[in-house]
């Protein structure tokens, strides 16, 4: 098997490749665009004889995790040509894959799977989901009276930025959007018109990104800082009753719009969304800001990661009580009263905010005794994990 980073000159095999895995035909437009934007990913393809016969790209991105800047690899377009599949290709380009995220530092890495079976096999783990909502005009949240404003039409990529960047930040696993996601991305899908909310001082402190179309009101993104705009957005979305017949919208998965309404009877569905993966344990428990524990945190953790051999092994982590961290690897065995088990799926898991370490360990996800996972429970904070964007 042979894997070479993809140039400029493969762009026509590669389009093809896409368009025939994911049953697609793009336009001259989107065509040139995927052009423009092919030498700000890596791409990595195994040839045979000459030919791209298998695909995957890396994203360079960076993502919200307890308020803090994380490197991310975003790993899309994974694709094969029919007859070339079954050959281990794919696992070796992910192999491959976190072997470069390892080395420029993307310490965490995201996807979204065709099957979360499939890449749980190679360390990634469900780390968001989202709640899905149809809400028809009958059912719509009573319009309230605000203070601040409703402002329509585009109020420049600052405000925008600014309102997003402070709700993104309050979850984690969400991206730190630079100008181009918002351009090439944002902005381009479902979000043919704006709407900003200003309180009394004229401070943003929401927006909605929505389309209306043959009676239906298409929320791309629905963002506020606090509940006063929440009421402002969706006064808003209801004073469209006499054009709509219902509102589609998707919202963090512990949303309460359903608890807020007069009639909850909506339609709803959680719908699971991403994965993660950490890519390397040593730089990411190292940048990790932890809970400031009562007393110094010491214990052990014993990784298992058969496609990242560096994560492999027994790890002394180590948390100070201002929340600073850590860690490195021990050849020492292991203390048992003070080692948790665990794979790195799980590991994933915990530290993304996604599950609690005392409820992996009662599935069975996490082994050790109980001080080792109270102290990792206590040493980790919560926060919920969201995800509006797609890649």
Do not use: C
Request: charged share 25%.
């Amino acid at each position: 098997m042979e894997i070479q980073k993809l140039t400029v000159d493969d762009f026509e095999p590669a389009m093809a490749l896409s368009e025939y895995a994911f049953q697609v035909v793009m336009s001259e437009e989107q065509t040139e665009k995927r052009r423009s934007q092919f030498d700000s990913q890596d791409i990595w393809g195994v040839f045979e004889e000459g030919q791209l016969g298998a695909k995957l790209h890396i994203i360079p991105f960076q993502t919200y995790i307890h308020g803090r800047s994380f490197e991310m690899g975003g790993i899309a377009g994974v694709a094969t040509w029919p007859e070339y599949r079954r050959k281990g290709w794919v696992a070796g380009l992910l192999k491959h894959a976190l072997e470069e995220m390892n080395r420029k530092k993307q310490s965490i890495s995201f996807l979204h799977p065709f099957s979360f079976a499939f890449y749980r096999r190679y360390g990634w783990e469900t780390y968001v989901e989202f709640k899905r909502y149809k809400v028809s005009t009958a059912h719509l949240p009573a319009k309230k009276a605000t203070p601040g404003t409703i402002r329509r039409g585009d109020p420049g990529l600052s405000i925008l930025k600014e309102v997003y960047s402070a709700y993104a930040e309050r979850y984690n696993g969400t991206l730190i959007r630079n100008d181009a996601r918002w351009e090439n991305s944002v902005l381009t899908n479902g979000a043919s018109q704006k709407a900003i909310y200003y309180d009394e001082a004229g401070k943003a402190q929401g927006y909605l990104l929505y389309e209306v179309k043959e009676r239906k009101f298409t929320i791309r993104e629905i963002i506020y800082l606090n509940e006063e705009a929440r009421q402002g957005l969706w006064t808003f979305i209801a004073n469209h009753d006499s054009m709509i017949e219902e509102v589609t919208l998707q919202a963090p998965a512990s949303d309460m719009l359903a608890f807020q309404l007069d009639n909850p009877r909506i339609q709803q569905e959680v719908i699971p969304f991403f994965m993660a993966r950490i890519v390397s344990v040593e730089q990411f428990i190292s940048q990790y800001p932890f809970a400031s524990p009562d007393s110094p945190v010491q214990i052990n953790l014993q990784v298992e990661d058969a496609h990242a051999p560096w994560n492999e092994g027994v790890w002394q982590l180590n948390v100070a009580m201002n929340g600073t961290a850590s860690i490195w690897k021990t050849s020492e065995p292991a203390d048992k009263d003070q080692t948790v088990k665990v794979d790195i799926q799980a590991l994933t898991a915990i530290l993304m905010g996604y599950r609690r370490p005392a409820e992996m360990a009662q599935i069975g996800r996490i082994e050790g005794p109980n001080g080792a996972i109270k102290a990792l429970e206590q040493a980790i904070p919560k926060r919920e994990t969201y995800l509006l964007d797609f890649f």
